[in-house]
């Protein structure tokens, strides 16, 4: 499998720097693009060449679908898995002009994603009523 060159990730950069300035940085064989610490794009090479994929939220996903977007899939022990990430539409890679609504898009996954809870995987521990210890103790038998 190909390298993704520095130059495609900066060239991917400028297509999204209307949502801020972006950095590509390298990250599992593909690059990450974030802007403000938040990663908008990663890109990825999954066997049709390097492609941008943009992050997306839930609600995204009819939008991107109807723009001939593909949805970020790969194979991992026999089972296909997929992220939030959608192929750039094929018009928005030639101008950042083109690009611009779909890096707002992106952007705003983003934000949604850190600002979610993380109750799934977060573990929770049971807060105890005022005055109670971690260790309770049995209260003795009242005398009658």
């Known amino acids: 499998m190909a390298g993704i060159d520095r130059e495609f990730a900066d060239y991917c950069c400028e297509l ?9 940085r390298r990250m599992f064989g593909g690059w990450g693009i974030s802007t403000d610490g938040l990663t908008v794009a990663i890109l990825a090479n999954l066997g049709g060449g390097a492609t941008l994929w943009l992050k997306s939220a839930p609600g995204d996903a009819q939008r991107y679908t109807n723009a001939g977007c593909q949805r970020f899939e790969y194979a991992a022990k026999d089972k296909t898995m997929s992220m ?45 009523p005022e005055g109670n210890t971690a260790t309770r103790r049995r209260a003795a038998p009242k005398a009658s």
């Open 84 to 128: 939030n990430y959608y192929s750039a539409p094929a018009d928005a890679m030639e101008s950042q002009p083109l690009m611009a609504p779909w890096a707002r898009l992106a952007l705003e996954a983003a934000l949604l994603a850190r600002n979610k809870p993380a109750a799934k995987n977060a573990r929770r521990t049971p807060k105890l």
């Open 16 to 24: 999204l720097s209307s949502v801020g300035p972006c950095a590509a």
